[in-house]
């Protein structure tokens, strides 16, 4: 496995740098969450970081900002089968995602 991808037991994990970040709130929470599903498959997680134009070292690094997880959560509205298999593995209906990444790009009040 190559880059900041390691396999850990069963799943792939993105490695972090030390740090905390900041969880102010349920859409952020389920952006990281949905984060820690797409990572379980490299090449799902190699398609976000195409599809973002996201390099590794800067996606940890934004983690706490409400851009970057927008834009974790519209990865996901733009595939139908991984935001439904995504809602499903964090028992979250797929519009409780969609409704998410609206309110972090701020297209929603």
Not at 7 to 33: K, P, S
Not at 53 to 80: D, Y
Request: aromatic content about 4%; glycine content about 10%.
């Amino acid at each position: 496995m190559r880059g900041p991808f390691r396999r850990i037991g069963g799943t792939t994990q993105l490695h972090r740098d030390e740090g905390t970040y900041d969880l102010n709130d349920g859409d952020a929470a389920l952006a990281l969450q949905a984060l820690g599903w797409i990572l379980s498959d490299e090449p799902r997680a190699e398609r976000l970081l195409g599809l973002t134009g996201l390099a590794p070292e800067e996606l940890r690094a934004s983690l706490g900002e409400p851009a970057t997880l927008a834009a974790i959560l519209s990865f996901l509205t733009g595939h139908e089968n991984d935001l439904v298999a995504c809602a499903d593995a964090l028992q979250v209906p797929p519009a409780s995602i969609a409704a998410a990444a609206q309110r972090l790009e701020g297209t929603t009040a």
